[in-house]
């Protein structure tokens, strides 16, 4: 269903239906092969096999209509046959998309439509390109595992600053899993948790308290901007991604900040929220697994400076005030929130758990982070502040084209470069998205010779234009900007402030910089209702009065389009070349680009824009600099799912907490190389060092071309190569096993290792455990050996393993050990049961696609047990539950898990 409304449901929604279609149909252009194939067989997608559900009287498709959808294309649709989908009473689409069903005889009927340009397919599982899919294009996880003695590479003790704008600071991705670990009570015995009847036993007593059910916290995916929910994710728990947490006051959602009566002291600022433990990536939480309880923020500070809207000028504290931190101070003045791009950009760098059984987790989700968000004349505040902070790594999450050469000599470039050399941070900076915008042109000119360049200034009710010229090789140059009418204004000998014909102002500024270029800076600006800026073509006339040859980088501006088209040179000079910002155009700033990493398609349309994986976008910012030095350094991929703030999108429309969508453009992609140089620096690699060795190990290819050039820098980022490692590789893969899954106290057991390195030497496996379970690593790395324990307390006693190969890749297991004051022999047959190829399995764990799963999970504090390893309430039957727990564990350990997703 829609979760926000703007007086229409604007939902994605395909629900598995199919139909059948002639030899003629399966033929047509029009129809997509998929939607040939499912309309014969009935066979969408996977789901149809795994749930039953392939039926060829009901095929579910998706038809692009040649515009967006109004009720009169869908009434057409109607009355051809089609099958509309509906939530409430009301049709379900999505901008020109609208999912429906199609019967035998409707096919050719509704291909007959206007308003249809094809038939295509609808999502099918799975869909998520999310920052998983991040991780693989650039080789993460073969970085993590890059330095050995520092285990894994997840950006712990690093501090990260961006300079943004606001954040969610109480997304569930930016909290700390430090809270404690819990195990969860089975209710209803069926051996897997489900929210809103299983409970995790926050306070460990085996019973399920008044307010210990658990609750879903989905990570709901939405629409870019918008925040309607989009189909890109099963309607059902998954651990991978999603939460609980414990809703105390019953209102059906998680209240958290001081409003709501939590404060800093409170873990997660608010009602206890948990990630789930899915060891065996099975996706879902078996007996044997547990919960992580979100706790310290992993916000450390966050400077608010706001002059106008509201006068704010303060830095929130964690362990003081972060928790009253507002999401939005402005109003909504962009449109939306203020917390909606930060948000984004930090979960990109920072999200989440680095759990085995996690998905969207970012580059260095163990770092601290500081945010600067400044509204005022100027960001010298914001920057000052957050350079004294003295990170390791900083983010500048904007890049301007006007106001300043653009030759890296700019003040904003040389604090950033002398913070480099001062302090060795590494900096990172996207090169922005003016590419097919038409702001930039490049002229070249003789001496004595005059070129007209063309500026168009439409009508879009622009206040603020701004043209600048960069010239260089030769100062001697006159400059005259002519407006549509005719009236002329000299830039170079005339008045720096003066009005134009209509009466708006205009003013001129010039500037030599300190590395030879000669910039003129023409504002022009409606000072009053009424004195408008004259629309039309305006022409400025260059004349080089000197001996040498002359290069003009002209730039414009206005605030209406932004990055988009509005007022622009002429195509005949308009380039995308030398389109890199500030501050990406400084010495050592680390200018990154942008390259497809999800395209839009006919089953992602949430994915903005079509393209190449791989391939650099039309919209990333170009090099070179004007003074040809080389620029961008490398690209990284753009729109992995990023968080959505709780709070306004477009419209007024307030998103869910928890939310995600797909976050884009060099601001996506930039926080990639964000968070890789804060695993590089927590290695001990930074600065200037950190930018030679993400430039000595980007990939390059066929698509690239040779590097480096203007487009790709030196190529894509490679992460593990940055590190010297390898990405590709696979983890190794794990099984656990127990001499006895019940001991008499004091009664030796036998923990030994089963794990295979599918691409590496086996023998060189290392292993380390946590005993107990709790997260605190109690045995270092070490060849992998039996370990024999013994235990001098009646209980039930979890024992995790982490399995290492020589790339670092990881793989875990965990095993329960029940102690009691003698030993019993079990039913006969259900301790014993065998494994695959016979072997006698008494316990198991791990990832692999082998034999195993998680074994049972009995609690550690209560008497009672519910037969399949979680907590029950305490009127079952003990002796029933005792046999059902053996069961369960034999179960569990003869059944072949799914294979990684």
């Known amino acids: 269903m829609s979760i926000l409304s703007r007086g229409r449901i604007v939902v994605f929604v395909v629900v598995p239906a199919l139909c059948v279609v002639s030899q003629a149909d399966a033929r047509n252009p029009r129809v997509e092969p998929s939607v040939s194939r499912a309309l014969a067989t009935g066979i969408v997608g996977p789901r149809s096999v795994?749930?039953?559900?392939?039926?060829?009287?009901?095929?579910?498709?998706?038809?692009?209509?040649?515009?967006?959808?109004?009720?009169?294309?869908?009434?057409d649709l109607v009355q051809r046959g089609a099958r509309l989908r509906l939530i409430d009473g009301k049709p379900v689409f999505y901008d020109r998309f609208v999912p429906l069903t199609l019967g035998p005889s409707a096919v050719n009927s509704v291909l007959a439509s206007a308003h249809v340009r094809r038939i295509r397919s609808g999502p099918t599982h799975p869909l998520l390109l999310p920052l998983d899919h991040s991780a693989e294009l650039i080789g993460l996880e073969g970085a993590r595992g890059a330095r050995p003695a520092l285990d894994r590479l997840t950006g712990k003790g690093m501090l990260v600053a961006d300079l943004d704008s606001n954040a969610d600071v109480f997304h569930p991705q930016f909290f700390h899993a430090d809270a404690g670990w819990f195990d969860w009570i089975d209710v209803n015995a069926n051996g897997v948790f489900e929210p809103g009847i299983d409970a995790i036993d926050l306070d460990g007593d085996g019973i399920v308290g008044a307010s210990e059910t658990a609750s879903w916290l989905?990570?709901?995916?939405?629409?870019?901007?918008?925040?309607?929910?989009?189909?890109?994710?099963?309607?059902?728990?998954?651990?991978?991604?999603?939460?609980?947490?414990?809703?105390?006051?019953?209102n059906q959602q998680r209240d958290y900040g001081v409003d709501q009566g939590f404060d800093d002291s409170t873990p997660a600022f608010g009602e206890p929220i948990f990630v789930p433990d899915d060891v065996n990536r099975n996706g879902k939480i078996d007996v044997g697994e547990r919960f992580v309880r979100l706790g310290t923020s992993k916000f450390k500070k966050v400077y608010v400076h706001i002059e106008h809207y509201a006068q704010v000028d303060h830095v929130f504290t964690r362990g003081q005030?972060?928790?009253?931190?507002?999401?939005?101070?402005?109003?909504?003045?962009y449109g939306y929130s203020d917390a909606m791009h930060a948000s984004g950009v930090l979960s990109i760098i920072a999200a989440d758990v680095?759990?085995?059984?996690?998905?969207?987790?970012?580059?260095?989700?163990?770092?601290?982070?500081?945010?600067?968000?400044?509204?005022?004349?100027?960001?010298?505040?914001?920057?000052?502040?957050?350079?004294?902070?003295?990170?390791?790594v900083m983010l500048h999450e904007l890049s301007v084209w006007t106001g300043e050469p653009l030759d890296g000599s700019d003040p904003y470039s040389t604090m950033v470069d002398a913070s480099v050399h001062n302090d060795h941070v590494t900096h990172t900076c996207p090169t922005g998205n003016l590419g097919g915008s038409r702001k930039h042109a490049w002229l070249t000119i003789s001496p004595g010779q005059t070129i007209v360049a063309d500026l168009d200034v439409p009508s879009i009710n622009a206040t603020y234009v701004q043209t600048t010229f960069n010239v260089r090789g030769e100062s001697n140059a006159s400059i005259v900007l002519e407006e549509p009418n005719g009236t002329s204004h000299d830039l170079v000998t005339g008045p720096s402030y003066t009005n134009l014909s209509t009466g708006a102002l205009m003013y001129v500024g010039h500037t030599a910089s300190s590395r030879g270029t000669y910039y003129w800076d023409a504002l022009l600006y409606e000072h009053q209702a009424g004195k408008s800026i004259p629309t039309g073509a305006w022409k400025a006339r260059i004349k080089n009065n000197g001996a040498a040859v002359m290069t003009v980088d002209a730039y414009c501006?206005?605030?209406?389009?932004?990055?988009?088209?509005?007022?622009a040179w002429h195509p005949s000079i308009a380039t995308d070349a030398s389109t890199a910002g500030i501050p990406s155009v400084s010495d050592h700033c680390i200018a990154v680009g942008a390259h497809t990493g999800h395209p839009m398609s006919s089953s992602t349309p949430w994915f903005n824009t079509p393209g190449e994986v791989g391939a650099v976008r039309d919209y990333s910012g170009r090099g070179p600099r004007i003074d040809g030095t080389q620029k961008p350094d490398v690209l990284a991929p753009d729109n992995p799912w990023a968080a959505a703030p709780n709070a306004a999108a477009f419209g007024g429309n307030i998103i869910p907490h928890g939310a995600v969508w797909p976050f884009g453009g060099t601001s996506g992609a930039t926080p990639h190389v964000t968070g890789v140089t804060a695993l590089m620096a927590q290695a001990g690699v930074r600065g200037l060092d950190a930018r030679q060795a993400l430039r000595d190990s980007a990939i390059a290819d066929s698509t690239t071309g040779e590097v480096p050039n203007f487009d790709y820098g030196w190529g894509r980022m490679d992460a593990a190569g940055a590190l010297g490692a390898l990405a590709a590789g696979k983890p190794p893969e794990v099984q656990l096993f127990a001499s006895s899954l019940s001991v008499a106290i004091d009664e030796p057991v036998t923990l030994t290792v089963s794990a295979v390195d599918p691409d590496g030497p086996s023998d060189q496996l290392e292993a380390k455990w946590d005993d107990g379970y709790d997260g605190s690593w109690d045995v270092p790395y070490a060849p992998i050996a039996p370990r024999t324990l013994s235990f001098d307390t009646p209980g039930h006693y979890p024992t995790k393993v982490r399995v290492r190969d020589v790339q670092g890749r990881i793989d875990e297991a965990v095993v329960w050990i029940e102690v009691?004051?003698?030993?019993h022999e079990p039913d006969a047959g259900a301790d014993a049961q065998p494994a695959e190829g016979g072997e006698t399995e008494t316990g198991a764990g791990g990832s692999s696609g082998n034999t195993g799963g998680s074994p049972s999970h009995p609690s550690s504090s209560s008497d009672d047990d519910d037969g399949c390893g979680c907590r029950v309430i305490a009127s079952r039957d003990s002796a029933?539950?005792?046999?059902?727990?053996?069961?369960a564990l034999a179960v569990f350990a003869a059944r072949r898990r799914s294979s990684r997703g």
């Open 218 to 250: 989905k990570a709901r995916t939405l629409s870019l901007h918008w925040g309607d929910e989009v189909p890109a994710r099963d309607d059902v728990f998954d651990p991978a991604i999603d939460w609980v947490y414990f809703d105390e006051n019953g």
């Open 354 to 392: 680095p759990l085995v059984g996690r998905r969207w987790v970012g580059m260095a989700p163990e770092a601290d982070l500081l945010l600067g968000f400044e509204i005022a004349q100027d960001s010298a505040k914001s920057v000052t502040w957050a350079l004294g902070e003295k990170p390791d």
């Open 820 to 823: 009691v004051e003698s030993t």
């Open 321 to 333: 005030d972060l928790s009253s931190l507002q999401q939005d101070y402005t109003g909504g003045v």
């Open 557 to 567: 501006f206005d605030e209406v389009s932004g990055w988009g088209l509005g007022v």
């Open 880 to 887: 029933k539950h005792e046999y059902g727990w053996l069961v």
């Open 50 to 75: 795994s749930l039953g559900l392939a039926n060829k009287n009901h095929v579910p498709v998706v038809v692009e209509l040649t515009s967006p959808a109004t009720p009169a294309a869908i009434d």
